[in-house]
């Protein structure tokens, strides 16, 4: 039923596939996220939704082969089928919500950092189409590593690219572009940052400091997506929340990112998972209670 589409290299071993699922593709909004699964065998993985096309009863997503379960949906070409796409889930972004000329009047800056500007590409789509142009800075370490060139361009009002090495736009990282266009007299009240949890990090202290309210998508912390694992445990102020069931969106001046960069690492062990589960008590978990 989930047949793939189209195929496309879009950067170093990351990809974008273009697969028929018609009920996802007349439901799904920026910020929500899907779980696939390659086949029979395989583990689910969560990922945002880069697009949904309803005409064509398609969705895109995008992806990064790291591990096992990347590897075999590289395998996979146009005419084959993943065997489970399920979504859409988690909490669209709160523009979604908001009155279309009260969108008009924001003036908006996403931060997108490697695979993560996909998601961020979908909502400037979802904006752009609602008549609401909105910047964007997009950051990698160097040129060969910036994805979606042409089609981040399509939707941006203002598309700046940040390269660590100055291979291409403004040489440095995101937050070294983000004060040069706030020297430059560049105003925003609002952010919306996706991307490696280290460059959200330091990208909230900055916005912090320049007063942009600010949210940020953890979705890079999910592992089951339903909110069973407790993968996606994080603190958000003085409140315990799951990226999956709660987000993936958060207040990002909120967010203990160092808390979460830690217990991700702990995660990956048996033994981390072991230890966190004595330290989290009855919060360890993401809220079905069978995970034992």
């Known amino acids: 039923m989930f047949e793939i589409t189209k195929k496309e290299l879009v950067g170093p071993k990351e990809y974008s596939m273009v697969v028929k699922a018609p ?25 945002t939704v880069c697009d949904n096309n309803p005409a064509d009863q398609t969705v895109t997503i995008v992806f990064q082969t790291v591990g096992a379960e990347t590897y ?23 523009l979604v919500y ?27 789509k979802w904006l752009h189409e ?45 937050c070294v572009a983000l004060q040069q266009l706030w020297d ?10 996706i991307g490696p949890m280290i460059m959200m990090k330091f990208a909230a202290q900055l916005t912090k400091k320049l007063n942009i309210p600010s949210v940020a998508s953890m979705n890079t912390i999910m592992v089951d997506g339903t909110g069973m694992c407790g993968a996606c445990r994080l603190v958000v102020g003085d409140e315990i929340k799951f990226a999956c069931v709660d987000g993936p969106e958060f207040d990002a001046w909120k967010i203990d990112f160092d808390q979460a960069m830690q217990r991700g690492r702990l995660y990956k062990t048996q033994e981390g998972r072991l230890l966190l589960e004595e330290q989290e008590g009855d919060t360890h978990e993401g809220g079905c209670g069978q995970c034992k």
Do not use: W
Request: hydrophobic letters at 40%; charged letters at 25%; glycine letters at 12%.
């Open 184 to 193: 430059e007299g560049k105003r925003y009240d609002h952010c919306v940052m």
């Open 23 to 47: 009920r996802i593709a007349e439901k799904a909004l920026p910020g929500q996220f899907l779980i696939v699964r390659a086949d029979e065998d395989g583990e689910r993985i969560p990922l």
């Open 98 to 124: 908001k009155p279309l000329e009260e969108l008009k009047a924001m003036h908006i800056l996403f931060i997108a950092g490697g695979v993560g500007t996909a998601p961020v590409y979908h909502q400037l």
């Open 130 to 174: 609602h008549g609401v142009d909105a910047d964007c800075i997009q950051g990698a370490r160097t040129k060969e590593l910036l994805i979606l060139e042409d089609e981040m361009k399509s939707v941006c009002g203002n598309l700046y690219f940040a390269t660590d090495d100055g291979s291409y736009g403004i040489h440095g990282n995101v």
């Open 72 to 94: 075999r949906m590289e395998k996979l070409d146009v005419g084959d089928h993943f065997a489970d796409v399920v979504g859409p889930l988690g909490n669209p972004s709160d």
